[in-house]
């Protein structure tokens, strides 16, 4: 067990959540692969912007607005270093994974895309990997094509070799498996990619909180993460583009502060990053996911991905003691998921007991409906850890399992 690389009663008394009562029981939050707690870095910082600094950004000359702008674009910066960005205009401000994956298909793919061209997906994506690629190959006649996985969930590279040809333009892959928790090796599917030329997509909505980013070093052509699972406030979050390829793209929204003139003969757009940030953005949240970013650089982002790694392996072990436990999602390379099934029991029943027991776990297809059906299962329970999670916690979700087992047995 790791005992030196976290302050583990440090870093739980910085998430005030963790100490509330769950039907009178001690909380265990395991849900954190839905969305994550928040540390006080973060709440003191929200409540900060709110009290002394709340003012829009980019349109005022008066000093509320100056401030709030300049901590908005630092944050711009701390996201630009923590996924090792080449320039901050390569990152664009969403509302969320989603968003960054549909203006993707809409803005890069639709105006590319042609009759017989081809889109590959991965059996493990999460369905806002799957839907808007579906939608933009109704729309231009592409057809989607997809990887498919082993028993453990993880990706049949020599398929995906087989499956790429002068056809294949885009290729959009989960970075880390949000049902299973696979990691995928995004380096390596760049390269082949690149090596046919399609442009790659990297779904990081799972891999911001656990994996150290460098999205140069992957050759991620686009990148997205979902910033209320890296301890940041909901409504956030981050597309990262490669210059060359945003420069290109048309706008995907029109409105005010995407603009350079607008004219009733004829507009002309700002240059990046604003060309696809119309409108006000979300302030504070930005600006709360750059001091959430921060937080996580000073507990050390190595040291949590040791830790996490630690507690997944551990709890895995223990439930495969369990009699009648089927835990799914064993590949090689994870993150801190612990995906199960038990035989004879719905996991909406697990979930449900085990909530009784003041344990917060996830039961369902996770937005996973085309994985649970190749895993041959409607649903799953999905327990998944963070950084400021524990051994105890873990033994927790063993005991509460087995006393599902008891009551079904």
């Not at 990152?91 to 968003?99: A, D, M, P, R, S």
């Not at 005010?256 to 004219?263: L, P, S």
């Not at 799914?328 to 996991?347: C, E, L, M, N, Y």
Request: with cysteine; proline share 4%; hydrophobic share 45%.
């Amino acid at each position: 067990m790791l005992t030196d690389t976290l302050d583990i009663t440090k870093v739980r008394e910085d998430f005030p959540i963790l100490s509330v009562l769950a039907h009178g029981k001690p909380l265990v939050y395991l849900d954190n692969a839905a969305t994550s707690q928040k540390p006080l870095a973060v709440i003191d910082c929200l409540d900060s912007y709110w009290r002394t600094s709340n003012a829009n950004v980019h349109r005022g000359v008066h000093a509320l607005s100056q401030k709030a702008t300049a901590q908005f674009d630092q944050a711009r910066e701390t996201i630009r270093r923590f996924i090792n960005a080449a320039h901050t205009h390569e990152i664009i401000l969403t509302k969320g994974c989603t968003e960054g994956i549909n203006l993707v298909a809409q803005s890069f793919a639709r105006p590319l895309l042609k009759p017989g061209d081809e889109i590959l997906v991965s059996t493990l994506e999460h369905h806002s990997n799957i839907v808007p690629w579906q939608i933009v190959a109704e729309q231009t006649g592409a057809v989607l094509k997809v990887i498919p996985i082993n028993d453990a969930g993880e990706l049949l590279m020599d398929e995906f070799e087989a499956l790429l040809s002068e056809r294949t333009k885009i290729v959009a892959v989960v970075h880390v498996s949000n049902a299973l928790g696979t990691i995928n090796p995004v380096q390596e599917i760049a390269a082949k990619a690149h090596a046919v030329g399609a442009i790659v997509l990297f779904d990081g909505a799972q891999a911001g909180p656990h994996e150290v980013i460098d999205v140069q070093a992957i050759d991620a052509d686009f990148y997205t993460l979902s910033c209320h699972k890296i301890y940041a406030p909901t409504g956030v979050g981050v597309l990262y583009g490669k210059t060359r390829l945003l420069e290109a793209m048309p706008p995907y929204h029109g409105g005010g502060d995407m603009i350079r003139t607008v004219t009733f003969e004829k507009t002309t757009y700002a240059d990046l990053p604003g060309k696809f940030e119309a409108g006000t953005p979300n302030i504070a949240g930005v600006i709360g996911l750059g001091a959430a970013l921060e937080y996580i650089e000073s507990v050390g982002r190595q040291a949590i991905h040791e830790w996490e790694s630690d507690l997944t392996a551990y709890a895995m072990a223990k439930m495969r003691e369990i009699e009648g436990v089927c835990l799914r999602g064993t590949a090689a390379q994870k993150a801190s998921i612990v995906s199960f099934t038990i035989d004879r029991v719905h996991p909406h029943d697990i979930g449900t007991i085990l909530d009784s027991e003041g344990i917060a776990i996830r039961a369902g297809h996770h937005c996973c409906m085309p994985l649970m059906a190749r895993l041959g299962v409607p649903a799953t329970a999905r327990a998944s850890f963070a950084f400021y999670n524990t051994r105890e916690e873990a033994d927790a979700l063993v005991e509460g399992v087995m006393k599902v087992r008891e009551m079904f047995a």
